[in-house]
């Protein structure tokens, strides 16, 4: 069965950084656009970056975009998301998803259980 499975988060100081990990097993890893989806407290679900199968293609929301890097090892079965000059509001939980494209709309399959990441000092 498919299994996403994060790990990486805690608690950091603004500024500071720190790399989330997300191990799949269960499906062809190297097949599939992969996402990185956040939840802060009280808030909604926020798409925050993708990658394509190959990892020649990286998406970032302009929240995150220039902090953040999203990257694969298709032999290891892993992706990543290197968050560097962490702000408060980068405070959530942390989702790996895998991508499944249905009827031309790309849609979230399945999750990982996710990793809080708080960012205070």
């Known amino acids: 069965q498919v299994q996403l499975v994060e790990s990486g988060g805690g608690l950091v100081q603004p500024g500071g950084s720190l790399r989330l990990s997300c191990a799949a097993s269960?499906?062809?890893?190297?097949?599939?656009?992969m996402s990185w989806v956040r939840q802060a407290p009280g808030k909604g679900l926020e798409w925050v970056s993708s990658?394509?199968?190959?990892?020649?293609?990286?998406y970032y929301a302009d929240s995150v975009k220039g902090r953040f890097t999203i990257s694969r090892d298709n032999a290891k079965n892993t992706l990543y998301l290197q968050m560097n000059s962490l702000k408060s509001e980068d405070t959530a939980v942390y989702y790996c998803?895998?991508?499944?494209?249905?009827?031309?709309?790309?849609?979230?399959?399945?999750w990982g259980q996710g990793t809080q990441v708080t960012v205070s000092s």
């Open positions: 998803a895998k991508v499944e494209v249905v009827a031309g709309s790309e849609e979230y399959d399945y």
């Open positions: 269960g499906f062809t890893f190297s097949s599939y656009y």
């Open positions: 990658i394509t199968n190959d990892g020649s293609n990286t």
